[in-house]
């Protein structure tokens, strides 16, 4: 995993964060972590969007006229199901 140094937190930031890791009863590393990980994680609106644009590429790279084979059979095709 990736790390990074953060410098030049307020210390009202870091007192929250120890207040806060003392509550859950964990670190203030892993409450700043979490603090971290919650915004950057995709929102349901994003997630559904990257989905539209595979669906549509998927769309796209059909060829028409010709028959395509569902992933799953392939998949269990090559497992030799």
């Not at 979490?34 to 060829?63: D, F, N, Y």
């Amino acid at each position: 995993m990736a790390q990074i140094l953060v410098r030049q937190i307020d210390d009202a930031t870091i007192t929250r964060l120890e207040t806060l890791a003392r509550e859950r009863k964990t670190s203030v590393e892993s409450a700043a972590r979490e603090a971290i990980h919650q915004p950057a994680q995709l929102t349901v609106a994003e997630k559904l969007e990257i989905v539209r644009k595979m669906q549509e590429w998927s769309r796209r790279a059909q060829v028409p006229g010709v028959p395509q084979t569902p992933g799953i059979d392939l998949i269990r095709e090559g497992r030799g199901e």
